[in-house]
């Protein structure tokens, strides 16, 4: 039987893939676009974070196992859809961040789902061009 994490993983890779994702990509939701590491193709995925002077910040609740974070360690440059309008930029990993300190800075209700949703957070920074 999988372990708890890998099952919350499991749960939220399938609701984001067949729902959350493909109804974001309708809505005026914050979208982070990144480069597929197998297929050179965009994939969009939608995120919660804020702007905070000319970075987006963000804490992806599954970590090194989030598919964007695999496509962002094969390839930096991403997008962001930020209010409806597109901005590029470069996303940095920070490991060394403390994750539950920062979604206390982001959205409330994006934070408290990644919280009780997160196997293993991890906090990204996306400097804007």
């Not at 749960?11 to 982070?32: C, D, E, F, S, W």
């Amino acid at each position: 039987m999988p372990d708890l994490n890998t099952l919350k993983r499991r749960i939220v890779h399938t609701a984001q893939r067949y729902l959350v994702n493909p109804v974001g990509r309708k809505l005026p939701v914050t979208m982070l676009e990144t480069t597929g590491r197998k297929s050179g193709q965009p994939r969009r995925t939608a995120v919660g974070g804020r702007v905070v002077g000319n970075a987006f910040w963000l804490v992806s609740e599954h970590g090194a196992q989030s598919d964007y974070v695999k496509n962002i360690k094969a390839d930096p440059a991403v997008r962001v859809r930020i209010h409806g309008h597109w901005r590029t930029g470069t996303a940095h990993l920070l490991p060394d961040d403390d994750a539950v300190v920062r979604l206390g800075e982001l959205p409330q209700l994006n934070s408290a789902v990644v919280r009780v949703m997160g196997s293993d957070l991890l906090t990204i920074r996306v400097d804007l061009d």
